[in-house]
């Protein structure tokens, strides 16, 4: 690439994040109250220490880079938070995958995965959050204890058995 097209003397301070995804007007992606939570408690948090964090350096380009990068996360959080409806997971365990639902599976290969469905905005595969927009998710919802779903995945059709469904 040409030097004229670089600029050396600025670096690029921008933020890498994940936006939400934009839905339609009027349309809201689902999630769990304790996804919501976390939320609403990140953006207090950001707006009180993160504000104070702010204050208290006193390099101008850190600050300024760090407000930026501040800012950004505040927007992306407003903008989720706006985009999303709580939605109470199921009050009884009745054995069928809701949204919600926390369910462990017996796949075909003999392991054992313990996942829960959740909203988008809260996924987490780590810490098994599996977001109900996911292939194996899909194939989840309305499953029931005992059942067997097939789940189409990179690497050819697997089979789980839905072994427990809890509610919470």
Do not use: N
Request: no cysteine; net charge negative; hydrophobic share 35%.
């Amino acid at each position: 690439m040409s030097k004229a097209f670089t600029s050396e003397e600025t670096e690029d301070t921008s933020v890498a994040g994940r936006p939400p995804k934009r839905v339609a007007r009027g349309q809201e992606r689902p999630i769990t109250p304790e996804g919501h939570r976390a939320l609403v408690d990140e953006l207090e948090a950001l707006e009180s220490t993160g504000r104070a964090a702010l204050r208290a350096m006193t390099v101008e380009h850190e600050r300024e880079q760090a407000k930026r990068q501040l800012e950004t996360r505040l927007a992306m959080i407003d903008a989720t938070l706006e985009s999303v409806r709580v939605v109470q997971p199921p009050e009884q365990d009745d054995g069928v995958v809701r949204f919600g639902s926390v369910v462990t599976l017996a796949w075909a290969d003999g392991r054992e995965q313990t996942v829960r469905l959740v909203g988008p905005d809260e996924a987490d595969v780590k810490h098994g959050k599996l977001s109900i927009e996911s292939p194996l998710a899909r194939a989840l919802l309305d499953a029931k204890e005992g059942s067997t779903v097939e789940v189409e995945r990179p690497r050819g059709v697997e089979e789980a058995t839905v072994t427990r469904v809890r509610s919470r």
